[in-house]
């Protein structure tokens, strides 16, 4: 267990509609990386929030959004949803922004 | 032991045996390597990393291989077992950058009884 936890488990969402995400980051860690993994791929990066600014952005779309609070949990949004927006999304925590990733389970999300 | 490059998906091996999975990367700026492994509904978790001044890195039963002439990555899992069972990911990171870490497709490995 890395101590990184994100809900929900699971999320059936239609096309369309809007959806958060959420995750806890381990103790002590300031630094929250989000990523999309397709079924059969490699996760790829959405973007990263250190210390409650974004700090880079993958190649997705502005209706990928996130949110860091100020005990570093931090929200994936996204909107208008597109059925090649099912995935699991995955969150990682780090110490600092340039230290070695740990990874939360992930949340599925199906969008009919 | 039996390797094979990421390109080929399932690697499959006798327990005990030695694995070899192969990776190929492209960005010659990376200077951090990660090797994941990542089992059915979980996260990836990490295995063991690698920088870019360094040919060799041992851990506990894994072993990580650097070649930046050729840019290729390796992990070499000695007497492999049931629960090595899973999909693996090599990762990189470029110089400069933010944690951003890019992933190539992944390996299954099977071990079989």
């Known amino acids: 267990e890395t101590g990184v936890t994100q809900s929900p488990t699971h999320l059936i969402k239609t096309r369309g509609q809007q959806v958060t995400l959420r995750c806890s980051s381990q103790s002590g860690h300031n630094t929250v990386s989000w990523y999309q993994q397709a079924l059969g791929q490699g996760p790829q990066f959405i973007f990263q929030?250190?210390?409650?600014?974004?700090?880079g952005r993958g190649n997705f779309p502005p209706r990928f959004s996130g949110l860091q609070f100020p005990n570093y949990s931090s929200e994936l949004n996204v909107n208008a949803l597109e059925l090649d927006d099912s995935a699991l999304y995955l969150c990682?925590?780090?110490?600092?922004?340039?230290?070695?990733?740990?990874f939360g389970p992930g949340t599925r999300l199906t969008v009919l | 032991g039996e390797s094979v490059g990421l390109h080929l998906p399932t690697l499959s091996v006798q327990e005990g045996d030695n694995s070899i999975i192969n990776c190929a990367y492209s960005n010659s700026a990376s200077d951090y390597f990660i090797w994941y492994k990542q089992e059915s509904g979980k996260g990836p978790q990490f295995i063991i990393d690698?920088?870019?001044?360094?040919d060799k890195r041992q851990g506990q039963r894994v072993t990580v291989l650097l070649n930046k002439t050729v840019k290729h990555l390796s992990l070499q899992i000695a007497a492999t077992q049931p629960g090595d069972s899973a999909v693996y990911f090599c990762?990189?990171?470029?110089?400069?950058?933010?944690?951003?870490?890019?992933f190539g497709k992944g390996i299954t490995l099977s071990v079989r009884p």
């Open positions: 929030y250190y210390r409650e600014e974004e700090n």
């Open positions: 690698i920088r870019s001044n360094m």
């Open positions: 990682a925590s780090s110490l600092n922004s340039h230290n070695e990733q740990f």
């Open positions: 990762a990189e990171k470029i110089a400069g950058a933010n944690s951003k870490l890019t």
